[in-house]
């Protein structure tokens, strides 16, 4: 089946950095869809984005499918930015695949 | 609140109790989905529910019994679990398969002792 990996595994940012978050997957992907996974277990849908680029205020991704990876960028980060990111892949089948996440802890 | 309600919220049951976790759609998806979340383990898909139907299950143990009487609610049934089975399960839906990508709920967080 299809592997998706994603790096930094861990992630320690000052509030106000940047930093960017990588997904790589080994198949073609229908969807790709990326998630923030806060410090009480909610998994909030981030972007839903199987190609191109798309922001949505200090956050923003891009995907490039024809390489397989998606990259997700965050601006001027703040402590609720802390949690988990997760990349997940649709590899044409009947469910996403997801990643094993990127811990992030932005420190005040 | 994501339109996918998951309740309770926290569980706490012994080896031999029977128990169930209840999932609730408000968004007219025709796709319901059980996830488990371990410590240090990817999420992992327990069961695929579409239009009702039951399409996946990932080799699960029976002692986790899915139902899904219409699409907007699912039910995973939890008898004779193990303290192993401790672990966040995560409700999920979608439109049209996963095309138009998942929403998940808050979660329940179970604890097997």
């Known amino acids: 089946g299809i592997q998706v990996e994603q790096s930094p595994p861990d992630l320690i940012l000052q509030e106000g950095a940047n930093s960017t978050l990588r997904c790589n997957f080994s198949?073609?992907?229908?969807?790709l869809q990326w998630f923030h996974q806060n410090p009480w277990g909610q998994l909030i849908n981030l972007f839903y984005i199987p190609s191109g680029t798309k922001q949505n205020g200090r956050l923003s991704a891009t995907t490039v499918a024809t390489e397989r990876y998606s990259l997700l960028y965050i601006s001027s980060s703040q402590t609720t930015d802390s949690g988990v990111y997760f990349c997940?892949?649709?590899?044409?089948?009947?469910?996403?695949?997801f990643g094993p996440g990127t811990r992030l802890s932005v420190l005040p | 609140e994501t339109g996918v309600t998951q309740t309770p919220r926290h569980l706490v049951m012994g080896m031999t109790n029977k128990k169930s976790l209840k999932c609730e759609q408000h968004l007219g998806h025709n796709a319901m989905y059980w996830y488990k979340q371990s410590a240090k383990k990817p999420l992992e898909l327990m069961f695929v529910y579409s239009l009702e139907e039951r399409v996946e299950n990932n080799s699960v143990p029976s002692r986790f019994s899915p139902e899904c009487p219409n699409s907007s609610h699912l039910f995973l049934h939890l008898h004779t679990l193990q303290p192993e089975d401790s672990a966040l399960y995560l409700c999920?839906?979608?439109?049209?398969?996963?095309?138009?990508?998942?929403?998940f709920g808050s979660g329940t967080r179970l604890t097997v002792v």
């Open positions: 999920a839906s979608s439109q049209e398969w996963v095309q138009r990508g998942y929403t």
């Open positions: 198949d073609s992907v229908n969807n």
């Open positions: 997940a892949v649709d590899d044409y089948g009947q469910n996403f695949v």
